[in-house]
C-alpha cells in the first residue's frame, strides 16, 4: 500500500477526534474522505500528512512508518494542501510555487533547469502559468487555492493530501481539479463536500462521523440513500447518470 494507517486515535483534552481510524490507500488511487463538519476529516489528514503525532496507532507508507522518516524525507514524498493555507509575504506567485522545490534540494545543490521546467508545468497544470509574475496578495481566493495546488505538484509527490482543494474554486475550476487530482500518478486523499464530485471522480471513499469511519468502499457502494440520511441527515435521491455513468444524488 502506498499509504496506510492503522487504529490511529487522536484526542483533544477528553475529546476524541480521532477515533481508532485505519484505512488503505493503494499507489495512485483517489480516496475521498467525507463526513459532516467536525467529523474529524481535517484532524485525520493532518495525522496522515505527519503533522500531528497520533495518541495511538500508525501511518505507514509503502511499509514504513513515518514517525521513523526525518521530516526533509517525508516532505520529499507526501504533499500536503490545507484548507486554510495562508502566505503571508507579497512574493510572486512563481516564487510560491518555487517553495515547493526546497525538500528537494540541499545548500549544495543549485537550482536546476529541470527545476524550472516542474515548476512551469505545475502552473500550467492549474492554469496559473500567466500569472507567474504576479503578486501573491493581488490574486483571487480561487487563484491562491490553485497556486497552493501547483506548489504542492511542484513537489513532486507520491502522496498528496488534500483538505477541501474545491473551496473558492467556480464550478469549471472545480471540475478541472477534480479531474486533474483523480488522474495524477500520484495517490490522493481529498477531504471532500461536494459528494457528486466524490461519486465521479474518487476511486474508493471513506465516511467519517464522530471521529470515527462509519462507512467504506466504493463510491457506488458506500453513496446509497440511507448513508445520507443517517451520516449527513438529508433525504436524497440517487440514480445513475445517463451522462458519465457514476451516482448521481438529487438532494430532496
Ligand atoms: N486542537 C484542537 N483542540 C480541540 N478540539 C479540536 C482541535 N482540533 C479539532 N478539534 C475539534 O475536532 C473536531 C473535528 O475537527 P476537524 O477540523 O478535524 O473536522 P472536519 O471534519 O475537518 O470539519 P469541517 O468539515 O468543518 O472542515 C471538531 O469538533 C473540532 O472542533
Known amino acids: ?140 481566493g480561487g487563484e491562491r487555492q490553485r497556486v497552493h495546488i501547483a506548489r504542492a505538484l511542484a513537489q513532486a509527490p507520491s502522496e498528496i493530501l488534500l483538505d477541501e482543494p474545491t473551496n473558492h474554486l467556480d464550478i469549471h475550476h472545480q471540475m478541472q481539479l477534480m479531474r486533474l487530482i483523480s488522474e495524477l500518478p500520484v495517490t490522493s486523499i481529498v477531504a471532500i463536500h461536494d459528494l457528486n464530485h466524490a461519486a465521479m471522480f474518487c476511486d474508493a471513499l471513506v465516511v467519517m462521523q464522530k471521529g470515527q469511519i462509519v462507512a467504506r468502499g466504493t463510491p457506488d457502494d458506500v453513496l446509497t440513500e440511507a448513508m445520507l440520511a443517517e451520516v449527513f441527515q438529508v433525504r436524497a435521491r440517487i440514480e445513475i447518470s445517463p451522462d458519465h455513468g457514476k451516482k448521481h444524488i438529487h438532494f430532496l
Open 1 to 140: 500500500m502506498s499509504i496506510s494507517a492503522k487504529n490511529l486515535c487522536w484526542r483533544a483534552g477528553k475529546k476524541t477526534i480521532v477515533d481508532n481510524v485505519s484505512l488503505e490507500v493503494a499507489r495512485g488511487q483517489t480516496l475521498g474522505l467525507l463526513g459532516p463538519n467536525g467529523s474529524g476529516k481535517s484532524s485525520l489528514l493532518r495525522i496522515l500528512a505527519g503533522l500531528r503525532r497520533p495518541d495511538d496507532g500508525s501511518v505507514m507508507l509503502d511499509g514504513r512508518d513515518v514517525a521513523t522518516l526525518r521530516k526533509k524525507a517525508l516532505a520529499q514524498r507526501v504533499a500536503f494542501v490545507e484548507q486554510h493555507a495562508a502566505t503571508e509575504a507579497n512574493i510572486r506567485v512563481r516564487d510560491v510555487v518555487k517553495l515547493g522545490r526546497i525538500p528537494h534540494h540541499s545548500p549544495f545543490s543549485p537550482w536546476s533547469h529541470n527545476d524550472d521546467e516542474i515548476v512551469t508545468a505545475a502552473l500550467d497544470r492549474v492554469g496559473m502559468l500567466e500569472h507567474s509574475e504576479q503578486g501573491w496578495q493581488s490574486l483571487s
